[in-house]
């Protein structure tokens, strides 16, 4: 029943942009229209459309395509309500130039798209121009020089794996269907992160489409601000076509652990993670969190990965098989590094509908343990499919001063992700309700940041004070090199009025 009303929702959308202007089965009118910058109409017509396609090699979707259904969906469920005008897959740099002289032409609201993770479905949108660089996405590896060359449009699998063939990796995210562009531009947590700093720590050099069409190569010599911006400021400044990154060698086989404990001892587990991780050496990566599932009732864990074998492992891991708690269950156990960057891939499959509000914590107040477990359980409990995780920065990402790339919170340890997910619609207003309620009774307990890769609905002065001390250097380079402010379906910095 929920099914059908959403699917009329769905055609009661679409009907705005498309369903008077495409005649069924034709390709495109002659004219038909889409939705500008500032959410104005644009007008489209079939020569314009044809000349795009002649310079295009990626494939130019529609919505009368047959691909389109497909080809207009991210992760997020929520935003999949969304029905862009068109949809340029691009191949190459030409393709990227030009579909952003195209944008640029028509002054079409654009979205950029690599992986789709966009929490906030800042990869779609309603009546625009979506630049899919999906069919960008080869890794090169040059094993001698320890360099990795991606293209933007790759999910971290294809770094992870590419890379895995010489016993080398660079840090990237936990699941592997993410891109490797979103990520990047805005930071990129991970497993090796403690051990070799943030993605963007490891970049050695960008090529850009910037919101002039032009391709810059970015370094620490040629375009050292566009190259600082990209570090962490997220899609503002223009379209990564490659990401050129050091690599490290590692061995393939690191070790995975998961105890899970009772709700019961939930303070206690808390009160222990927190110095057992901050007694953690750089090749240990541990957080701690609550969640309770479709079914059953809530639990807690402390998991991670120590990068190498269990045996290097089992000094560190002691504390926890010491620990006074007895775990429910227990699990430590050796993996392929690149098949456990894969594990959590169908679990955190594409299609749900997905919330959550992010924290970072610059110290542990000695009540945190308690508030965390106090406001996760509070009333009757939390809805099924929510969780509160704290996860760890520090290592050499935290070593490294804020001001050497855009990404801000280094000095932070912790952070804090409360999410909710969610497959009928009717539930998603309380199970959002539930995160953000959580997220405001822990704020005092953080240093009032988020992570800008986990942006969901926060606002133009948040995320000013998000970046702190880097935000006017970050507007400097936004001003310079997107001063239309193209580019701004993302955690937005604004150019300065000329
Ligand atoms: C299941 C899941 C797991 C995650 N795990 C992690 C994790 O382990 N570590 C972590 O740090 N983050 C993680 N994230 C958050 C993730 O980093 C962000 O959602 C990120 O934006 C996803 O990148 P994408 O390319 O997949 O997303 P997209 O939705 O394609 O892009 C998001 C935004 O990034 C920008 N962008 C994308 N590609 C480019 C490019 N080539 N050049 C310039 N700008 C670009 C655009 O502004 C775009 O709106 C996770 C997200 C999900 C959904």
Redesign the pocket.
């Known amino acids: 029943m929920i099914y059908m009303k959403r699917r009329e929702l769905l055609t009661t959308a679409m009907s705005v942009f498309a369903a008077s202007t495409f005649p069924a089965g034709n390709g495109f009118a002659a004219d038909f229209q889409a939705v500008g910058s500032q959410g104005e109409k644009v007008a489209l017509n079939e020569a314009a459309i044809a000349d795009l396609q002649k310079h295009n090699k990626g494939g130019v979707i529609l919505p009368t395509s047959a691909d389109y259904e497909t080809a207009r969906k991210?992760?997020?469920g929520s935003f999949n309500n969304r029905h862009p005008a068109l949809i340029v897959r691009c191949a190459d740099n030409n393709d990227v130039i030009s579909a952003v002289q195209f944008a640029r032409r028509h002054n079409l609201l654009t979205?950029?798209?690599?992986?789709?993770?966009?929490?906030s479905g800042?990869?779609t949108c309603d009546g625009g121009l979506v630049i899919d660089?999906g069919p960008y996405n080869t890794t090169v590896v040059d094993p001698g020089k320890k360099i990795a060359r991606v293209d933007?449009?790759s999910m971290l699998r294809s770094l992870d794996r590419a890379s895995e063939k010489y016993g080398l990796a660079t840090t990237a995210?936990?699941?592997s269907?993410?891109?490797?562009?979103?990520?990047t531009?805005?930071?990129?947590?991970?497993r090796l992160q403690r051990k070799f700093g943030l993605?963007i720590d490891n970049l050695l050099s960008v090529d850009?489409v910037t919101a002039d069409g032009k391709l810059l190569h970015a370094d620490a010599n040629e375009n050292p601000d566009l190259f600082w911006a990209?570090r962490g400021g997220?899609?503002?400044f223009?379209?990564?076509?490659m990401f050129e990154f050091q690599l490290h060698e590692l061995s393939p086989i690191v070790t995975s652990f998961n105890y899970t404990y009772a709700m019961a001892d939930a303070v206690d587990v808390f009160k222990f993670y927190f110095d057992f991780n901050d007694q953690a050496s750089d090749d240990m990566v541990a957080g701690a969190g609550m969640r309770r599932g479709a079914e059953g009732a809530p639990t807690v864990s402390i998991s991670g990965t120590f990068i190498g074998s269990q045996k290097e492992a089992e000094a560190q891991l002691a504390p926890l098989a010491k620990f006074s708690k007895k775990p429910i269950n227990a699990r430590v156990g050796e993996a392929r590094y690149a098949d456990l960057q894969a594990g959590a891939d169908n679990e955190?499959a594409a299609g749900r509908e997905?919330y959550s509000r992010y924290a970072f914590f610059n110290h542990v107040d000695p009540k945190l343990p308690e508030a965390l477990v106090k406001t996760f359980m509070r009333g009757d409990g939390p809805p099924a499919r929510t969780s509160m995780s704290i996860g760890s920065q520090g290592g050499v990402s935290g070593r490294i001063p804020e001001n050497a790339t855009a990404y801000a919170h280094r000095d932070a340890p912790y952070q804090l992700s409360t999410s909710a997910d969610w497959i009928e619609k009717s539930e998603g207003q309380g199970l959002m309700k539930f995160c953000r309620e959580s997220h405001a009774a822990l704020l005092p307990y953080s240093d009032g940041g988020f992570?800008i890769?986990?942006t969901t609905d926060e606002g133009e002065k948040q995320i000013r004070d998000n970046y702190r001390g880097n935000y006017e250097r970050l507007v400097d380079a936004k001003t310079k090199y997107d001063p239309t402010n193209f580019?701004h379906?993302?955690a937005n910095i604004r150019p300065r009025k000329a």
């Open positions: 991210i992760w997020n979205a950029v798209r690599c992986g789709g993770h966009s929490y800042q990869s660089l933007g449009g995210g936990y699941v269907h993410t891109g490797v562009g979103g990520l531009t805005g930071g990129g947590q991970g993605s850009v990209v997220g899609g503002n223009g379209i990564v076509t955190n997905f992570y890769n986990q580019f379906l993302n």
